[in-house]
């Protein structure tokens, strides 16, 4: 379920990946009143309103598709969608390839304590390439190769 609030226009946006029911739309406005009174804010004539748009065909992707109309939401599009299982496995997909583009770079961290300490003997594992501080891997000998606990 999405709640979007704009309070400037007095009304609340309700999206149930499963339609939205009356009951459900009526509560969406006492929330919305609720909250906004809580921030000092008199609001009497509040509508709570859903749009158009196709609704969950089973019962495992309601997260995904919640995701993905939201998405549409703050991007102001129009929630014209496909639902497939086809358009489903997309959705996923670019939501993993968008998150992987916007981690922060990890490759100067440990990757057993996560620090970059810079000070510190560093290791490289032969398998992976992943660098440790020495100390963090027992001091592991320098003359052969060396394979990290992940790659063990």
């Not at 919640?66 to 939501?95: G, N, P, Q, Y």
């Not at 970059?116 to 963090?136: G, K, V």
Request: charged letters at 25%; a negative charge; aromatic letters at 8%.
């Amino acid at each position: 379920m999405i709640q979007a609030m704009y309070p400037h226009e007095k009304r609340s946006l309700y999206i149930d990946p499963f339609g939205a029911k009356p009951e459900a739309l009526k509560r969406c406005g006492e929330v919305s009143r609720a909250f906004m009174r809580q921030r000092g804010l008199n609001i009497s004539r509040w509508a709570c309103a859903t749009v158009s748009h196709p609704t969950q065909q089973d019962s495992t992707s309601c997260g995904i598709i919640v995701c993905k109309l939201a998405d549409m939401v703050l991007k102001k599009e129009m929630l014209e969608v496909e639902f497939s299982e086809a358009a489903i496995t997309r959705f996923r997909m670019d939501i993993a390839q968008r998150l992987l583009r916007q981690t922060d770079d990890l490759s100067a961290l440990c990757r057993v304590c996560g620090e970059s300490d810079t000070f510190q003997h560093w290791i490289q594992c032969s398998l992976c390439e992943s660098w440790y501080h020495m100390d963090c891997v027992d001091n592991p000998p320098v003359d052969g190769d060396f394979y990290c606990p992940a790659c063990t």
